[in-house]
T-cell receptor, first 108, second 116 residues
Framework: RKEVEQDPGPFNVPEGATVAFNCTYS??????FFWYRQDCRKEPKLLMS???SGNEDGRFTAQLNRASQYISLLIRDSKLSDSATYLC?????????FGAGTTVTVRA | GAVVSQHPSWVICKSGTSVKIECRSL??????MFWYRQFPKQSLMLMAT?????????EQGVEKDKFLINHASLTLSTLTVTSAHPEDSSFYIC????????????FGDGTRLSIL
C-alpha cells in the first residue's frame, strides 16, 4: 500500500468555484503534512503546511484529521492560475512521502 | 528564500551514456540532499538521501551502482546515472535541507532525462 494516496482527479471547475479534495496516509507516525503544487512536470513548490487545528492561507484551507488519517485541501474562489497538480506530502523523520497528485483544472 | 539550482534541466542521450546531474544550494549549507525520481502521472519517489561527507542511503529497489551519488561539499551533490537506458528516462529532482527534522526541503528545478 502506498504511504500517501490521492484521488488523481481531474477536477474541472469553473472560475470562482470552490473545489476540495482529500488524501489519506498510512503511517500513523507521520509527524507533519504539507500540500505542494506542481505545474507541468516542474519542481514541486510548497503551498502550505497542514496543522491539526486546520489552517487557512488566503483562498486555501487545509485540514488534518489524525484519527482518520486524512488531509484535505479546499480552494475557494478558484482562479485560472490555480490549475495545477496538488501533491499531498507526509513527513516522517527525514523523509517526505509524496502522493501522486490531484489535478485541478480551472476553466474560464 | 533559499535557492537550489539543478543542472542540466533537460538531457537527451543515447542508450549506454552516463549522465551527471548537479544539485547546488546557492545561499545555504545543505547538510542533507535528497534525490527523487518522478515518472509520468506518478508521485515523486525518493531514491536516496545523501549527507555531506558520507555515503548515500539508498531506498529499497534503487541500485546504488546504477545511480552514483556524491555529496562532497555542503553546497553540491551530484547524481550520475551510469550506462543509462530508455527505462531510466524520467524527471529527476533534488532537494536540499540545512538539517534537522523540521527544516524545510528546498527543491531544484528538476532534470528531464530522455534516453534514446
Amino acid at each position: 500500500r502506498k504511504e500517501v494516496e490521492q484521488d488523481p482527479g481531474p477536477f474541472n471547475v469553473p472560475e470562482g468555484a470552490t473545489v476540495a479534495f482529500n488524501c489519506t496516509y498510512s503511517n500513523s507516525a507521520s509527524q507533519s503534512f504539507f500540500w505542494y503544487r506542481q505545474d507541468c512536470r516542474k519542481e514541486p513548490k510548497l503551498l502550505m503546511s497542514v496543522y491539526s487545528s486546520g489552517n487557512e492561507d488566503g483562498r486555501f484551507t487545509a485540514q488534518l484529521n489524525r484519527a482518520s488519517q486524512y488531509i484535505s485541501l479546499l480552494i475557494r474562489d478558484s482562479k485560472l492560475s490555480d490549475s495545477a497538480t496538488y501533491l499531498c506530502v507526509a513527513f516522517n523523520d527525514y523523509k517526505l512521502s509524496f502522493g501522486a497528485g490531484t489535478t485541478v483544472t480551472v476553466r474560464a | 528564500g533559499a535557492v537550489v539550482s539543478q543542472h542540466p534541466s533537460w538531457v537527451i542521450c543515447k542508450s549506454g551514456t552516463s549522465v551527471k546531474i548537479e544539485c547546488r544550494s546557492l545561499d545555504f549549507q545543505a547538510t542533507t540532499m535528497f534525490w527523487y525520481r518522478q515518472f509520468p502521472k506518478q508521485s515523486l519517489m525518493l531514491m536516496a538521501t545523501s549527507n555531506e561527507g558520507s555515503k548515500a542511503t539508498y531506498e529499497q529497489g534503487v541500485e546504488k551502482d546504477k545511480f552514483l551519488i556524491n555529496h562532497a561539499s555542503l553546497t553540491l551533490s551530484t547524481l550520475t546515472v551510469t550506462s543509462a537506458h530508455p527505462e531510466d528516462s524520467s524527471f529527476y529532482i533534488c532537494s536540499a535541507t540545512g538539517g534537522g527534522n523540521n527544516q524545510p526541503q528546498h527543491f531544484g528545478d528538476g532534470t528531464r532525462l530522455s534516453i534514446l
